[in-house]
């Protein structure tokens, strides 16, 4: 069994994305990231034992839309988590054994040519929406896609809403994550990358989980799927094809919530193979 999921405002958080409240106590955590020697965000300690012990029951799958360098900050997990694989750059990268997997990198080179339009495209039309008010600067991640950091209350959220249509007629997804506008190529996604790994690995379920739009193709092609309460999907105003199950709990906590069913539902599907070849 493998066990894909996102990281920020999933299984990682900033204090920002923690959402412990003013009058609450900061929960026991321990620092999973640093940069330049800033802390940068957290697990509860109840999270990170859990993710351990489901890192030694299963196959633990880290699927990310950071890039390569953006992912391997995050210490707790590359380093002493040291899942066997991660997907980065929302699917656009492969990482096995800590080094990107080439057969995948040709795949999507070859993808991208004949699927979406060049970025300058979509660009020039997000041109007549954009302004210098509300973004603030443009990044690339890993050459694959790029993303807008943007000032969110002066971002026109109805008109974003609207440009999504168009872009998808060209080939791109959006996804607005807090400051970040991503624009995403459509064959770049989280699913087809798991999807791969699920094959190599002759492995045949897959639990999943996910806090945002570009999560959502990997919640719905899974076995078992769990979102927190919280983010991008928790607003979409699409519902998934079939409900999702989320936490009860927001924030930092909710990474409690989803390890623990993830164990559980290997245990059952565990238990029903047992079944199965006893009978």
């Known amino acids: 069994m493998i066990f894909a999921s996102d990281l920020d405002q999933t299984l990682i958080y900033s204090k920002r994305s923690a959402r412990v409240g003013l009058n609450e106590k900061w929960p026991d955590t321990i620092l999973a990231e640093t940069l330049e020697e800033r802390e940068i965000s957290y697990m509860t300690n109840e999270a990170a034992a859990l993710l351990k012990k489901v890192n030694g029951?299963?196959?633990?799958?880290?699927?990310t839309t950071r890039t390569i360098e953006q992912y391997k900050r995050i210490f707790f997990i590359s380093e002493v988590i040291q899942p066997k694989a991660a997907?980065?750059?929302?699917?656009?990268?492969i990482l096995i054994d800590g080094k990107a997997d080439e057969e995948w990198r040709r795949r999507i080179a070859g993808r991208l040519i004949g699927e979406s339009s060049p970025k300058?495209?979509?660009?020039?039309?997000?041109?007549?929406?954009s302004h210098s008010n509300w973004i603030i600067e443009e990044r690339t991640a890993d050459d694959l896609f790029h993303y807008y950091l943007i000032q969110q209350d002066l971002a026109p959220r109805d008109e974003?809403?609207?440009?999504?249509?168009?872009?998808a007629a060209m080939g791109w997804n959006l996804s607005l994550q807090g400051r970040k506008l991503y624009f995403v190529p459509q064959c770049i996604n989280k699913w087809e990358a798991v999807a791969y790994l699920k094959d190599l690995f002759r492995e045949d379920v897959i639990a999943a989980s996910g806090d945002s739009m570009l999560d959502l193709c990997m919640l719905e092609a899974a076995d078992y799927a769990i979102a927190p309460c919280h983010g991008e999907l928790n607003i979409m105003t699409d519902s998934p094809a079939e409900p999702l199950l989320r936490t009860e709990q927001k924030g930092i906590k909710a990474a409690e919530e989803i390890l623990t069913h993830v164990l559980k539902v290997y245990e059952e599907h565990k238990m029903n193979i047992y079944g199965a070849s006893i009978s």
């Open 57 to 63: 029951m299963m196959t633990f799958l880290p699927v």
């Open 87 to 93: 997907v980065t750059s929302n699917g656009g990268n």
């Open 120 to 129: 300058e495209d979509v660009q020039k039309e997000f041109s007549r929406i």
């Open 160 to 167: 974003i809403e609207q440009f999504k249509k168009a872009a």
